[in-house]
């Protein structure tokens, strides 16, 4: 029902920054959350960081708190993901992600729908 496209991936010295897209289609949103997810090569999907759709209240991992900021902008239904600060432990494909329940969730199976990830390659 819901599509969401990640954007703006890509690589990037470490300390720098990149800012990810997520465009959702297909439903409004007005009192769902957002979530970014990551997940490395041999690794378990991780989150990131997520937003109340009506409050703009967020949350992060204690990983990337301080230098990621999550950000909606309602009336394009897009998140975003400004990433500051990068570090090679943040390379990783990210995901976009929605759930239908109000309230902030930071479990991957408490969301409904998946972008298909964008690759951020952090070098050293």
């Known amino acids: 029902q819901v599509q969401l496209v990640e954007s703006g991936g890509g690589l990037v010295q470490a300390g720098g920054s990149l800012r990810l897209s997520c465009a959702a289609s297909?439903?409004?949103?007005?009192?769902?959350?957002m979530g970014w997810f990551r997940q490395a090569p041999g690794k378990e999907r991780e989150f990131v960081a997520a937003?109340?759709?009506?409050?703009?209240?967020?949350y992060y991992a204690d990983s990337v708190r301080g230098r990621f900021t999550i950000s909606r902008d309602s009336a394009e239904n897009t998140v975003y993901l400004q990433m500051n600060s990068l570090k090679p432990e943040d390379t990783a494909v990210y995901y976009c992600?929605?759930?239908?329940?109000?309230?902030?969730?930071?479990?991957?199976?408490?969301?409904?729908?998946w972008g298909q990830g964008t690759q951020v390659t952090v070098s050293s």
């Open positions: 297909g439903r409004t949103f007005s009192s769902n959350s």
């Open positions: 937003i109340s759709w009506s409050t703009g209240r967020s």
């Open positions: 992600a929605a759930r239908k329940t109000i309230g902030i969730a930071t479990r991957s199976r408490e969301y409904d729908y």
